[in-house]
Structures are given as structure tokens and as C-alpha cells.
């Protein structure tokens, strides 16, 4: 059971209070632009600015039902050597995100890491329901893995990461390369505060579905939009075979309705004899990766991420 007063830093409970008083409506009672539009203004009042870097490019690569839309970032000018590279799945549901929302953060990880991102604009729903997002993040991971002439990178390595419902679709897009391996291995995986397991039966459901940013009626908005199929592990992956399962960091934060969902998906995962770090933030909320100016120890746990990140890489001689 969780503590009846939960510790929560003192900038979370900040911007958690600054939330209150905007007074915004639940996700369900907005039309789907008023809350993609909400999304995307948050982002402008609550994530650091962007970091200066010298590639970032949009292009596109062929999908099940036409182009995807992708976006490169790369710290480095001019690459000519192999290397890894991080594909990106962003979060919001698989409803209200997209490229733009997370392109601040995709700045920084390309920064940090000194590696490739490719951020990959995957369809939404409802327009487009499961399986659509992970049949495309799939799509577009097989192509990166290729090295094509577009790309204008040599690929030796996939890095799937993504936040929330990027989260789910990262572990999913790399069960998938499992099952049918691409041009270039999975060499890591990177899930933050994913969907993996069935939230509604956990602890942290029942303690933080109020409150703490991500809500029950906001987590039943997406499930009534994204019309995933039950029993299906592309929309529950804790359920697939976890013993090929490639090195994986598991970000969760302790006040998030998700947590155990990402706390069982890593206990699984080394239960099969994965190499994993699971870094639990505590006091921190769902969606911290995008809130880094609104809650400047956020930023620190974003920095924890990628110092696993690193960590893990040099462990596995990459």
C-alpha cells in the first residue's frame, strides 16, 4: 500500500498546484484539437528550450498506409563512421502527441548521447486505432535499420525508446525486431514510465489516478480512442516471451498511476535474466521528461536516464 501522504518534491507540488488553479477541463470533455492543442501549449509554458544542435531534418520513409514523417537530430555535423541509433516513440496516449511535443527533449538526448534520433511521427487515433501506431513505429525502425540512401547514416545498432504510450511502443517495436530481426540489431531498449501491463488491477492505479497530472478519465479517454485489442501483446507486452529481451533502462516516477506497470514489466524482465537498470524517480509525476522547466528536478532525472543510458552502452561494449 502507499503512504497515506506520499512524498512529493516541492516543484512537483508546485506545478501540481499551478495545474489546479489553471482550472483546465478533463481531456474528455475537449475536442481532440482542443487537446492536441493543450499538449503542445503546455510544452511552451512547462519544457526547457530546445538545445542547439546541427542536424535536425525532417524527412519521411514508406509505411503500411503511406509515408511516415520522421525527424533526424544529430549533435554531430558531419557523421561518417557506423553507429547506434536512438528511434524515438513520443508519449500522449497514442491520442495528443506527436514530433513538435517532443522535439525539445529529442534535442537534449541527441545532445547528451552524441547519437543519432530519429523521431518517428507515428499515426493517431481514434483516426487511426491499434494497431496502427505500432505497425508504423515498426515500419519505420525496419527502414532506419536499412541505412538507406535518405537516411545518409550507416545503422549498427536500434535503440527503441519512448515515453508513456512511446514507452509501450518502444518494448513493442523491439518484440517485434525480436520475432523478425531487421537489417541492424536491437542493441537496447530504453521504456520510460510505460504502458506494458494491465494498469487497473495495480496499486499505484487505484493510489495516483488523481491528482498527479495523468487522471483515470484521461487514461479511459485514450483506451476509448486507441481500441487496442485485450490479450494482444502489442498492447499488453508484459505477456511475450521476455528471455531474448535485449539490455533495458526502465524509467518510472513514483507518483504516476503507471508505476507498476513499469515496476512489473523490469521485475519481469530480469526474472528472465535481462540486463536491466530500473530507475524509479520519486516524488516525480507521469510525463516529467516534457515538464523540465515547470520542475527542474525532472531535468535531473532526465540526466539519470541518459547516464544509464551511457552506462549501459559502455557495459555492452557499444
Not at 547506434?84 to 513538435?100: A, K, N, R, S, T
Not at 486505432?129 to 527502414?143: G, H, I, L, N, S
Request: with cysteine; net charge negative; proline share 8%.
Amino acid at each position: 500500500m502507499a503512504d497515506e501522504q506520499p512524498f512529493v518534491r516541492e516543484d512537483v507540488r508546485a506545478f501540481l498546484q499551478f495545474l489546479e488553479a489553471a482550472g483546465r477541463p478533463p481531456l474528455s470533455e475537449m475536442s481532440l484539437e482542443e487537446a492536441r492543442a493543450s499538449m503542445m501549449a503546455t510544452q511552451h509554458i512547462a519544457e526547457r528550450d530546445a538545445r542547439d544542435i546541427p542536424v535536425i531534418r525532417d524527412l519521411s520513409c514508406p509505411g503500411p498506409a503511406g509515408d511516415i514523417p520522421l525527424r533526424l537530430y544529430d549533435a554531430m555535423a558531419d557523421r561518417t563512421s557506423p553507429a547506434p541509433v536512438i528511434m524515438f516513440y513520443h508519449g500522449g496516449g497514442f491520442v495528443i502527441g506527436d514530433i513538435e511535443t517532443h522535439h525539445r527533449l529529442c534535442t537534449q538526448i541527441a545532445a547528451e548521447l552524441e547519437l543519432p534520433v530519429i523521431s518517428v511521427d507515428y499515426r493517431l487515433a481514434p483516426e487511426n486505432p491499434f494497431p496502427a501506431a505500432p505497425d508504423d513505429c515498426e515500419a519505420a525502425t525496419r527502414w532506419v535499420a536499412g541505412s538507406p540512401s535518405d537516411l545518409g547514416l550507416q545503422v549498427s545498432g536500434l535503440i527503441p525508446m519512448g515515453d508513456s504510450a512511446g514507452g509501450n511502443l518502444a518494448i513493442v517495436t523491439t518484440q517485434s525486431l525480436i520475432e523478425k530481426p531487421a537489417d541492424a540489431p536491437v542493441i537496447m531498449q530504453v521504456p520510460i514510465y510505460p504502458l506494458a501491463d494491465d494498469i487497473s488491477v495495480t496499486q499505484s492505479f487505484a493510489d495516483f489516478g488523481e491528482g498527479y497530472l495523468l487522471t483515470r478519465d484521461a487514461m479511459q479517454f485514450f483506451t476509448r480512442c486507441y481500441a487496442p485489442a485485450e490479450g494482444d501483446r502489442r498492447n499488453t507486452p508484459i505477456l511475450a516471451d521476455h528471455a531474448p529481451t535485449p539490455p533495458t533502462i526502465v524509467a518510472t516516477a513514483s507518483l504516476d498511476p503507471l508505476r507498476d506497470s513499469g515496476r512489473n514489466y523490469a521485475c519481469a524482465l530480469i526474472q528472465s535474466g535481462v540486463d536491466v537498470i530500473y530507475l524509479e524517480m520519486r516524488g516525480n509525476i507521469h510525463g516529467f521528461v516534457n515538464l523540465r522547466k515547470a520542475m527542474p528536478s525532472a531535468h535531473e532525472d532526465m540526466q539519470a536516464i541518459l547516464a544509464a543510458m551511457k552506462l549501459m552502452l559502455e557495459r555492452h561494449g557499444r
